[in-house]
T-cell receptor, first 114, second 117 residues
């Protein structure tokens, strides 16, 4: 299995509070991604990174920010959590930014905003 | 934009039955196509892929053929097992105008497969 660790694995938080999810990889892959998984929507890309300090928005980036200060860590922050951000969040990594390259996924973080 | 549509689920089969999960796509450019599988409580893992038209991806008895003319990538298995029970996602990745895709994936909504003994 690819070395990807997400933390925490489960979190319950209150509306309006900030939340940070962490993705840590030991594969030295250049590309990292945050997706959210919701019933009926599959997975949707939130943000991605193509190098240290290089990030860009995905399809559903509103309300989220990211940071990547080291190759191995990619942080996802919800500045002020809302109930619509209740979801399962997956981090993924890839070693080449070409379209035919496999992505490796973490085990997910289940976030509940109450 | 890019999109992937999978057949509505859930799908329930008996062991040794034939499986088909339909997947169609729309994409700008020439996508690579993937099937990912998610077992209960786990992340996604790649099942198979095809990177150009008429390519067939295969793994663990599953197959899918990249059909450009019908923009489809249907997943098939001749004889399913209880252990195949999982959620299956069709996905694509397309390069942008600069020729770099960054490996971003567009997913279908997922199909839940349950196989009974």
């Amino acid at each position: 299995d690819a070395g990807i660790t997400q933390s925490p694995r489960h979190k319950v938080t209150e509306t309006g509070t900030p939340v940070t999810l962490r993705c840590h990889q030991t594969e030295n892959h250049r590309y990292m991604y945050w997706y959210r998984q919701d019933p009926g929507h599959g997975l949707r890309l939130i943000h991605y990174s193509y190098g240290v300090k290089d990030t860009d928005k995905g399809e559903v980036s509103d309300g989220y920010s990211v940071s990547r200060s080291k190759t191995e860590d990619f942080l996802l922050t919800l500045e002020s959590a809302t109930s619509s951000q209740t979801s399962v969040y997956f981090c993924a990594i890839s070693d080449v930014g070409s379209g035919n390259t496999e992505a490796f996924f973490g085990q997910g973080t289940r976030l509940t905003v109450v | 934009g890019n999109s992937v549509t999978q057949m509505e689920g859930p799908v329930t089969l008996s062991e040794e039955a034939f499986l088909t999960i339909n997947c169609t796509y729309t994409a700008t450019g020439y996508p690579s196509l993937f099937w990912y599988v998610q077992y209960p409580g786990e992340g996604l893992q790649l099942l198979l892929k095809a990177t150009k038209a008429d390519d067939k991806g295969s793994n663990k008895g599953f197959e899918a053929t990249y059909r450009k003319e019908t923009t489809s990538f249907h997943l098939e298995k001749g004889s399913v097992q209880v252990s195949d029970s999982a959620v299956y996602f069709c996905a694509l990745s397309v390069g942008d105008a600069g020729g770099t895709s960054y490996g971003k994936l567009t997913f279908g909504q997922g199909t839940i497969l349950t196989v009974h003994p």
